[in-house]
């Protein structure tokens, strides 16, 4: 008998005929002889709803009543899931975050877990319930209801999963699986059967949206075997796990890319020590997420210019944060670029393969592709372009890395 | 400096422009140098759509997970309703059932308010924020989301109201305030200026929607003056306060009038003692409301009838039982008709005065509108007629006692 996590996205929960089917898996897991717990998004459309909500009521809607709103959604489906698992003869509770015991910081809207309880889960999977957890929200200590972000959800799933030692914890969406690059760009395409923690890490970050990167850290660190899946239909998904002998030793396993991306860059900067620190440290302070990071350095007139990336969403406030920056240290202006997009080649066999970032450059120089920024870790390089030359850099690196092929 | 609680319903927080009309009118009560809580509903068609998802699912959703269901309606309003008045410059925060410490029994969609906490409320009104409540829920003992039943909001607002001594609490609804019967099928009606606790409660118990019977006892119990008014005008209001010299001595205040009824009357009862108790008891523990009661003797084949009865909405469930309770007393069979309704005249004066049901009667009687069940209390008198006649006995008895004149 194992204990499975399933946690279903928002279009697997868009309507009661889809909750109604996503019941009856749960259900078919238990009969199986499994004990089950679902964890829960809002369903499709609504987050975007609410959202829509708060943004006729106010430019810059105050954070906590963000996640008050938000984590509405999650509550609904939740119950009416209980409702229909009970409707199939099963028993079921809808637990919210709070009920489950997860607790957060105080970052309204991107809070972090601190920590989660299982005594409510424990008594209901006792009592041969299905359990269904609200995702995406936690409360703080002062008792106010936090969010965990977009994908907050299968964050929470991975944390229960892990406060209870989970033998799995299944990712399901409208998609497959993980893919070699976006099926939408490239039509030969693969679905892998595995893939390590650290390369679903850098897909993730990297902007392919089938896995949410928080909760891919979190599985990697209490080693929570994760399978990304379709509701829709029975095909066996992707497995993320540790690296270990049996997975693919391709040199590069996919290709990510990101269009939510905008470059901003402070020119001429009076080059001294502790710039970039006092440019970031005000960004962070304003809970911004900053991507990339490229300084340049100037040696004829003994300025520098820096350029970093954030999300298309934060970057006007990431613009007026910047600018004051630029005067305290009389930098000669800002610029930003909001039709940028980043592309990634993505694989554990890198670190012991000279030459990948190479052969990448030089696929996007022959397709006249030109490099805005460069980044690289042990496992990926990225590159920021122009955002209308992305499709054409996904397929001619699935290409040039030959991914369509096992 | 007065301390108000002002109650929004759901037409009044049906879209965000009512919403910002709303939290205009909150704000400019606080500017004019007053404390103030604002407590509301859900969005208006919000609760329906989420029960309309239940039903969808199920012909007899679980109570706990409807209550975890409907709360969401509330928390999204109060998190939207603070922003607003964020937008105007003043602070807020919404607060939940939970956090404003309303803890209840455990009966869920119709829960009993047990106790209520101020410390989050003193700490924002002290902060001179506005804070704002999502009415109609609370927790019980076991930290679930328990529902105050329809019109909960009301029942919120009044115990807060209550718990903190508010000076008075505003229920702002789609009409200007209490009349003598309902405008919409007599069109000479007149809105009353004051009204006592007492005929408010039966006004409301008897089918006048304005305010929650609830509402209306927790307002008596603790002295709570109220003021029913409208959030589309700035019209005055009823005044909801004890009884005093100051009130109008008319004999009948209003008439008031049901058309969610449905009579049950089992028939040929054995007639020992104990029959009602054996049948009202098994409705108790199913949580059945049940209004009026008539039992008939009969001499001749010593067995009696009995007749009462329930909100449509309940009439399917308590017929189940009636049926069992029948046939465990060998009674002769059980008649439901949905088809009725209840039409009734309140009135202090009633009490010293003669004759007052008897004009009733003899009014209905000259509209050949028959009587099915009588039911009389110190200051109402009901009668259970035709659904079809509700309207012609609405309006000949606003004739018959004069109530168009001051």
Do not use: W
Not at 30 to 43: L, T, Y
Not at 68 to 81: A, D, K, N, P, Y
Not at 375 to 382: G, H, L, Q
Request: hydrophobic letters at 45%.
């Amino acid at each position: 008998m194992a204990l499975i996590v399933q946690k279903y996205g928002g279009t697997s929960v868009a309507d009661i005929d889809r909750i109604k089917a996503v019941a009856m898996r749960a259900v078919e897991t238990a009969k199986q002889g499994n004990k089950v717990i679902v964890v829960v998004s809002a369903m499709s459309g609504e987050t975007d709803k609410l959202t829509a909500f708060a943004h006729d009521i106010t430019g810059r809607p105050d954070e906590r009543e963000m996640d008050m709103l938000l984590s509405s959604g999650e509550r609904v489906t939740s119950s009416l899931m209980a409702m229909a698992i009970m409707e199939l003869g099963y028993g079921s509770i809808s637990l919210t975050g709070r009920q489950v015991g997860i607790i957060t910081d105080s970052s309204h809207t991107k809070a972090m877990i601190e920590s989660i309880g299982s005594d409510r889960l424990k008594e209901a999977l006792d009592e041969n319930k299905i359990p269904v957890v609200a995702g995406f929200q936690g409360i703080n200590e002062l008792s106010d209801v936090t969010t965990l972000g977009r994908g907050g959800s299968d964050t929470t799933a991975v944390a229960i999963a892990a406060a209870l030692n989970a033998d799995i914890c299944e990712i399901y969406t409208d998609v497959e699986g993980v893919y070699t690059a976006d099926p939408r760009l490239v039509p030969d395409t693969r679905k892998m059967e595995r893939i390590s923690y650290d390369e679903m890490l850098e897909m993730a970050s990297l902007g392919a949206k089938v896995l949410h990167e928080r909760a891919v850290e979190f599985a990697k660190k209490y080693n929570v075997p994760l399978v990304v899946r379709s509701s829709f239909n029975n095909a066996p998904g992707t497995l993320v796990t540790k690296e270990d002998g049996d997975m693919e030793k391709s040199v590069v396993t996919g290709v990510a890319h990101n269009k939510n991306q905008a470059r901003i860059t402070i020119m001429g900067i009076p080059d001294r020590p502790g710039i970039a620190a006092a440019i970031f440290d005000d960004i962070a302070k304003a809970n911004l997420n900053v991507d990339m990071i490229v300084q340049n350095i100037s040696v004829s007139d003994n300025a520098t210019d820096l350029s970093f990336t954030v999300s298309k969403a934060e970057s006007e406030k990431a613009l007026e944060i910047t600018q004051k920056v630029s005067d305290k240290l009389n930098a000669k202006g800002v610029d930003m670029n909001k039709d940028v997009a980043k592309v990634s080649i993505v694989g554990v066999g890198m670190q012991s393969h000279f030459g990948v970032a190479a052969q990448m450059f030089d696929v996007l120089s022959k397709n006249g592709i030109n490099i805005m920024m460069i980044s690289t870790s042990e496992i990926k390089v990225s590159c920021v372009i122009d955002v209308g030359q992305v499709d054409a850099a996904v397929q001619a690196l699935h290409d040039s890395f030959e991914l369509a092929k096992q």
